[in-house]
């Protein structure tokens, strides 16, 4: 019944903004620490960044000083705020639930960010 559900992808031009959201549900979210990952065409599916039970966050090199997790525990959502975007920052963006052991671990379907002018 865990459900991640991405939304907010778009496309947009180099140096916009752009808000992704995830709605979780069939957990007690605010016991998970949640993730950000993206897979760009050809490449790896890479960490963005992590957000803790209690809100800290940790970011991946590539993106540090332009994306923001946050998270509402009290709406079951986890966002990625993303600034200063470049064509490199384009993948399908996903949520995932993090967790100690792989099979504890969720991922929602994604969410296409495109940033070309």
């Known amino acids: 019944q865990v459900q991640l559900v991405e939304s907010g992808g778009d496309l947009v031009q180099p140096g916009g903004s752009l808000r992704l959201s995830c709605a979780a549900s069939?957990?007690?979210?605010?016991?998970?620490?949640m993730g950000w990952y993206r897979q760009a065409p050809g490449k790896q599916r890479e960490l963005v960044g992590t957000i803790d039970r209690g809100g800290s966050t940790n970011y991946a090199d590539s993106v540090k000083g332009r994306f923001t997790i946050s998270r509402d525990n009290a709406k079951n959502m986890v966002y990625l705020h993303m600034n200063s975007l470049k064509p490199e920052d384009t993948a399908v963006y996903y949520c995932?639930?993090?967790?100690?052991?792989?099979?504890?671990?969720?991922w929602g379907q994604g969410t296409q960010v495109t940033v070309s002018s």
């Open positions: 995932s639930r993090r967790a100690g052991l792989l099979a504890n671990v969720y």
């Open positions: 069939g957990f007690t979210f605010s016991n998970y620490a």
